[in-house]
């Protein structure tokens, strides 16, 4: 995969880049990444690259011309259109679902804009996805970037050194993760629980699957909705729902 990131800060992401698992992928040739100051794109003497917005209003926006231009240079020679994707506080909500889609491309563009906006023509034709990380509003389009990025490449092949531990994050099963423990298996009179102890690896399967769904229901009742539940697990559901209630 290759993946440009389009920014007026590309430093901030050298230690991003340089560390842990974005290191290891590129190492192992599964990405490669290449940071773009599209300032240099800009048309004007004194390289500005915003402007005040049309009509009036507070802030200033981010202008067409340097960041149209910046996409033409790196996708031009390319026989495939990457997705371009705008990091926005009004685009769609990035999940899991969202990683695993774009992980599945060969070359993705991201766009981290600063101000009050982006001119609304570079929304409207240039890129094909906007992504919001939060329902919150951060400096610049960056710090998403980054966090999109690396949730991205973890899924490529090769990338993580166990295969399955992509695969049963919290999230890629619609659920979110049981709970995990380590030696030693007695700590300051807290014990892990016996049966992740005992050897049956069928018990401890069972196990994780039902407190996988516990802590979901105890922590996002809402991914419940959008999972079809079978027969064991409705079951469980109804006892955990029964037990609330007698302690309540």
């Known amino acids: 995969m290759k993946i440009d990131v389009l920014s007026l800060f590309p430093a901030m992401f050298e230690g991003v880049f340089g560390e842990s698992i974005l290191k290891k992928a590129q190492e192992k040739?599964?990405?490669?990444?290449n940071v773009i100051d599209f300032r240099e794109f800009s048309p004007h003497k004194q390289k500005s690259v915003d402007d005040y917005p049309y009509g009036g209003g507070a802030g200033m926006v981010l202008k067409p011309e340097?960041?149209?231009?910046?996409?033409?240079?790196?996708?031009?020679?390319?026989?495939?259109?990457?997705?371009?994707?705008?990091?926005?506080?009004?685009?769609?909500?990035?999940?899991?679902?969202?990683?695993?889609e774009l992980s599945t491309e060969s070359h993705l563009v991201f766009i981290c804009g600063h101000y009050e906006g982006y001119d609304e023509r570079i929304r409207e034709h240039l890129v094909t996805d906007e992504i919001s990380i939060g329902d919150f509003v951060l400096t610049g389009g960056e710090l998403g970037a980054m966090v999109a990025i690396d949730s991205i490449v973890r899924l490529l092949p090769e990338v993580l050194g166990n295969a399955e531990s992509a695969a049963k994050d919290s999230f890629s099963s619609g659920l979110l993760e049981h709970p995990h423990y380590t030696r030693p298996a007695a700590y300051r009179g807290l014990e892990v629980p016996a049966v992740l102890t005992s050897g049956n690896h069928a018990n401890i399967e069972e196990w994780r699957k039902k407190e996988s769904l516990r802590r979901t229901w105890e922590r996002r009742p809402d991914l419940l909705k959008e999972i079809n539940l079978d027969s064991q697990q409705q079951e469980w559901l109804h006892h955990f729902e029964k037990d609330k209630k007698n302690v309540d």
């Open 29 to 33: 040739e599964a990405v490669s990444f």
């Open 66 to 100: 340097p960041v149209f231009e910046a996409v033409d240079a790196i996708t031009t020679s390319n026989t495939e259109k990457p997705r371009v994707i705008l990091m926005c506080p009004q685009g769609e909500r990035f999940t899991q679902r969202k990683a695993e």
